[in-house]
């Protein structure tokens, strides 16, 4: 079973580690070079499109990518700092947890590629809706996933072109009943999808069923829409 969730634009630039990312031998290491060899030829007026923001920053965001294999590491689960993980709340496992954790739990990076949460990582900033990155990974993530009994897709939409649904995918979305329509949670689905993902971890879940036992903020699992849904 695996269970997808994305990275987060928010990372910490602190490195715990002193392997350098080409110490780490990474599995993606020759998809990673080619989306580099991308970036390198990138233009300074095609920075702002890649990056979304100024010029100034742009360039300082790109030298940092330009440089990932050269620079220092840490935990991806460390690494993300975004309102998914402080949901999460990872330093809160015991030990059969964190094992249930690092081996059913995959980060869908744009730049890292499929990676568990214990995979060492440097700090970057690529978002997957740019260079045609879903595209790019997919052939390479739907290898992997389609040899699982059972893939939990708790992705955003652009992440969830990066792969081929199987099956056994079950896609898992979070949403709001407001006035009698029901739209995406936004933020709320965030914070909600950290504790679902921390409920599953603790518990260690592997059947179908116990995981649409999860109610947290008031969201509750809705067989008629697939989803869990927050009434306001």
Same mark, same amino acid.
């Given at each position: 079973?695996?269970?997808?969730?994305?990275?987060?634009?928010?990372?910490?630039?602190?490195?715990?580690?002193?392997?350098?990312?080409?110490?780490?031998?990474?599995?993606?290491?020759?998809?990673?070079?080619?989306?580099?060899?991308?970036?390198?030829?990138?233009?300074?007026?095609?920075?702002?499109?890649?990056?979304?923001?100024?010029?100034?920053?742009?360039?300082?965001?790109?030298?940092?990518?330009? %440089?990932?294999?050269?620079?220092?590491?840490?935990?991806?689960?460390?690494?993300?700092?975004?309102?998914?993980?402080?949901?999460?709340?990872?330093?809160?496992?015991?030990?059969?947890?964190? %094992?249930?954790?690092?081996?059913?739990?995959?980060?869908?990076?744009?730049?890292?590629?499929?990676?568990?949460?214990?995979?060492?990582?440097?700090?970057?900033?690529?978002?997957?809706?740019?260079?045609?990155?879903?595209?790019?990974?997919?052939?390479?993530?739907?290898?992997?996933?389609?040899?699982?009994?059972?893939?939990?897709?708790?992705?955003?939409?652009?992440?969830?072109?990066?792969?081929?649904?199987?099956?056994?995918?079950?896609?898992?979305?979070?949403?709001?009943?407001?006035?009698?329509?029901?739209?995406?949670?936004?933020?709320?689905?965030?914070?909600?999808?950290?504790?679902?993902?921390?409920?599953?971890?603790? %518990?260690?879940?592997?059947?179908? %069923?116990?995981?649409?036992?999860?109610?947290?903020?008031?969201?509750?699992?809705?067989?008629?829409?697939?989803?869990?849904?927050?009434?306001?």
């Amino acid at each position: 079973m695996k269970i997808l969730i994305p990275p987060s634009e928010g990372k910490t630039t602190v490195d715990e580690s002193t392997k350098t990312f080409k110490e780490t031998n990474s599995k993606f290491s020759e998809a990673i070079s080619k989306i580099l060899e991308t970036l390198n030829h990138m233009e300074p007026n095609q920075l702002g499109k890649i990056y979304g923001t100024s010029s100034e920053k742009s360039l300082a965001l790109h030298q940092i990518n330009l %440089n990932i294999f050269d620079s220092l590491c840490s935990e991806a689960i460390k690494r993300y700092t975004g309102t998914v993980y402080k949901n999460l709340d990872p330093t809160s496992f015991n030990d059969l947890s964190k %094992n249930y954790l690092n081996q059913n739990v995959r980060i869908t990076s744009a730049f890292m590629g499929l990676i568990s949460p214990d995979t060492l990582i440097p700090n970057y900033k690529l978002k997957m809706g740019v260079l045609n990155l879903p595209e790019f990974w997919n052939p390479y993530f739907s290898d992997i996933l389609s040899r699982e009994d059972l893939v939990i897709d708790l992705l955003p939409q652009v992440h969830r072109k990066s792969y081929t649904k199987t099956a056994n995918t079950i896609v898992i979305n979070f949403n709001v009943k407001k006035v009698g329509k029901i739209i995406p949670a936004g933020h709320f689905g965030k914070v909600v999808k950290g504790k679902f993902v921390k409920f599953l971890v603790e %518990n260690r879940i592997t059947d179908v %069923n116990d995981l649409k036992k999860f109610e947290e903020d008031n969201f509750v699992w809705d067989n008629t829409e697939n989803a869990f849904i927050k009434i306001t």
